[in-house]
Every structure is written in C-alpha cells, then in structure tokens.
C-alpha cells in the first residue's frame, strides 16, 4: 500500500459545481497536512494546511480525519480556473513531505 | 513571502555535459531545502533532502555521485546533474523549508538533454 494514495481522476465537472476529494495517508503517526495545486509543467503551490479542527479558506475546505486516515479538499462554486492537479502531502516526522500522486480536476464550462 | 527562486528555469544540453540548477530563497531561511523530480504526467518523486552545511540525504535509488547537491548557505542550495544523459530529462523543482511547517517550491527547471 502507497504511503499517500490519491485517486487520479480526472474529475470532469461543471462551473458552479461543488467537488471533494480525498487523500488516504498509511502512517497514523503523521504530523502535518497540506494541500497543494499544481497546473500543467509549473511547480506545485500551496494551497492550505489542513488543521484538526478543519479549516476553510474562501471556496476551500480542508478536513482532517485521523481516526480513519483521510484528509479532504473542498471546492465550492467551481471556477474555470479550479482546473489543475491537486497534490496532498504528508508530513511524517523531520521536514520531509511525502506526496500523493495527485489528483486531476477539470472544470467545464 | 516564502519566494523560492529556481534558475535556470529551461536547458538544453549535449548528452555528457554537466548541469548545475541553482534553489535560493529569497525572504526566509531555509534551514532544510529538498530536490525533486518529475516527469511527465507522473507525480513529484523526492531526490535528496539537504540540510545547511551538511551532506544531503539521497532516496533510494537516488545516485549521489551523478546529482550532487550543496547547501553552502541558508539560502542557496545548488543541484549539478553530471554526464547528463537523455534519461535524465526531466521536470527539477527544490523546495525550501525554514521556521513555518509549509514548504515551498521554486519554479523549476526543465532538462533536455539531447
């Protein structure tokens, strides 16, 4: 079992739509979550850190759930320019992240 | 803030040359930064994670001797591809981490070798 493990979609969805994804991470001793988007041959950006107590930043919701390993993204009132791969990434322990192999979102007009 | 700057960001070079890509941050220290990988439609593989004066730690599988990487300062870190070959094209991003939890990417820099 991968260490991160996101589904790749594609998620193919319409403006104005609302679209969740999620992020299982194997080890329980994981200390740090991040959300993070990258478009097509840039770099990835961070997008928010996922809290315990879930946070929400404007259209974004980020959730944490330890009890069953996931963490999960959000996106209302989808935008043309939502469009991009989603990368989770997982602090275990020093600074080291370790990363989901992302997940696709396309947003249609 | 939290500006990571990556250069170059594109080369194109002969199989058998060296290539040197410089990570700076430009507005906090990075007192770890971390080199990656990427190629097309597949997701960030983690080469080595650097520390400020101190030797870089390489993943498994991870050559040090071909991608060698110095941390000379809080700021720079640089990474030289040796005897390049066209396998080693690639997507190169480094990241940078200091006092905050986040890390951040520069805009990497993409290898062609011919």
């Known amino acids: 079992r991968k260490e991160v493990e996101q589904d790749p979609g594609p998620f193919n969805v319409p403006e104005g739509a609302t679209v969740a994804f999620n992020c299982t991470y194997s080890n329980s001793a994981s200390q740090s979550f991040f959300w993070y988007r990258q478009d097509c041959r840039k770099e990835p950006k961070l997008l928010m850190s996922v809290y315990s107590s879930g946070n929400e930043d404007g259209r974004f919701t980020a959730q944490l759930n330890r009890a069953s390993q996931y963490i999960s993204l959000l996106i209302r009132d989808s935008k043309l320019s939502d469009s991009a791969t989603y990368l989770c990434a997982i602090n275990n322990a020093g600074n080291m992240l370790t990363f989901g192999g992302g997940t696709r979102l396309m947003v249609k007009p | 803030g939290a500006v990571v700057s990556q250069h170059p960001s594109r080369v194109i070079c002969k199989s058998g040359t060296s290539v040197k890509i410089e990570c700076r941050s430009l507005?906090?220290?990075?007192?770890?930064m971390f080199w990656y990988r990427q190629f097309p439609k597949q997701s960030l593989m983690l080469m080595a994670t650097?520390?400020?004066?101190?030797?870089?730690?390489?993943e498994q599988g991870v050559e040090k001797d071909k991608f060698l990487i110095n941390h000379a300062s809080l700021t720079l870190s640089t990474l030289t591809v040796t005897s390049a070959h066209p396998e080693d094209s690639s997507f190169y991003i480094c990241?940078?981490?200091?006092?905050?939890?986040?890390?951040?990417f520069g805009p990497g820099t993409r290898l062609t070798v011919l």
């Open positions: 990241s940078a981490k200091g006092v905050r939890r986040e890390q951040f």
């Open positions: 507005d906090f220290q990075a007192t770890t």
């Open positions: 650097s520390n400020e004066g101190s030797k870089a730690t390489y």
